[in-house]
T-cell receptor, first 112, second 112 residues
Framework: RKEVEQDPGPFNVPEGATVAFNCTYS??????FFWYRQDCRKEPKLLMS???SGNEDGRFTAQLNRASQYISLLIRDSKLSDSATYLC?????????????FGSGTRLLVRP | NAGVTQTPKFQVLKTGQSMTLQCAQD?????MYWYRQDPGMGLRLIYY???????DKGEVPNGYNVSRLNKREFSLRLESAAPSQTSVYFC???????????FGSGTRLTVV
């Protein structure tokens, strides 16, 4: 079983739509959680951290459910520029070192 | 502000050849990482360096070696390239382990 699992998509939505991505992680020792965005043939870039209380950054809302080991990302009022792959990322403490473990990503296509 | 610089951007190797991927960061970060990204697999950690003078294996270290030359530079060496090492390689750095990764733009390596 993968440590971080995501639906690969693609999610194909019209501009203005609301779309939600989910992610599950297997290691209960996970310390912190993030969403990264990766454009085609580019490097990943941090989109937002995910806090237990949930957090919002403009049109983006992230939620964490530790009991269910589940993370979500909600995008409201989708823009064409939101088209990208969204990576769910978990920070795990192993052997006295922290490491980021990346999901395979969920691809989003926003159409006009 | 260059961030994380990787060289080369593209490389084609023949099976059995060796090469070194270079990575340098100018953000005075303590930790540096090498990942590979393959379709459907997400980013997988090859090696990391929690601080200058230390290196540790990640998830997929076989066939690779690393050197943390100084605080700025972290290189990845393929001693005898194999077709299975065809991938996109990303270097990343962070001020502390597991947080705020900044990625380089990647090296696209093909082994024929």
């Amino acid at each position: 079983r993968k440590e971080v699992e995501q639906d690969p998509g693609p999610f194909n939505v019209p501009e203005g739509a609301t779309v939600a991505f989910n992610c599950t992680y297997s290691n209960s020792a996970s310390q912190s959680f993030f969403w990264y965005r990766q454009d085609c043939r580019k490097e990943p870039k941090l989109l937002m951290s995910v806090y237990s209380s949930g957090n919002e950054d403009g049109r983006f809302t992230a939620q964490l459910n530790r009991a269910s080991q589940y993370i979500s990302l909600l995008i409201r009022d989708s823009k064409l520029s939101d088209s990208a792959t969204y990576l769910c990322v978990v920070n795990i403490l192993t052997d006295s070192s922290y490491k980021l473990i990346f999901g395979s990503g969920t691809r989003l296509l926003v159409r006009p | 502000n260059a961030g994380v610089t990787q060289t080369p951007k593209f490389q084609v190797l023949k099976t059995g050849q060796s090469m070194t991927l270079q990575c340098a960061q100018d953000m005075n970060h303590n930790s540096m990482y090498w990942y590979r990204q393959d379709p459907g697999m997400g980013l997988r950690l090859i090696y990391y360096s929690a601080s200058e003078g230390t290196t540790d294996k990640g998830e997929v270290p076989n066939g690779y070696n690393v050197s943390r030359l100084n605080k700025r530079e972290f290189s990845l060496r393929l001693e005898s390239a194999a077709p299975s090492q065809t991938s996109v390689y990303f270097c990343a750095s962070s001020e502390s382990q597991g947080y705020g990764y900044t990625f380089g733009s990647g090296t696209r390596l093909t082994v024929v």
